[in-house]
């Protein structure tokens, strides 16, 4: 009498978590803060009061942390943030970092 033996094989899948960026915006001479309240709002989902703290913010000190994200999400956001700003005659720029 043959006997068979079935051993059931399961795979380990290990999922990396995508590399996080940074997204900045650029402090400038041109670009008025309510615009820049009005773009962290709409593209970074702040509330108000966070978006005029972070305004603010990238107004005294030259920069400020808009939000992380995976890539392809922090070079869309950038990518909307200057395709806005420029379609309101503003020169706004953001960068990207990746966050090591």
Known sequence: MDEKIYIEQKDE??????SLYRVYLLNDDYTTMDFVVYVLMTIFEKSK?????LMLHV???GKGLAGIYPK???ETKAYEVEKL???HGFPLKC???RND
């Not at 899948?13 to 995508?18: F, G, L, Q, R, Y």
């Open 13 to 18: 899948i290990s999922i990396d978590e995508p």
């Open 49 to 53: 009061v966070e978006a005029t703290a």
């Open 59 to 61: 107004h005294r000190h």
């Open 72 to 74: 392809e999400i922090a």
């Open 85 to 87: 700003a420029r379609s």
């Open 95 to 97: 960068i990207i970092e």
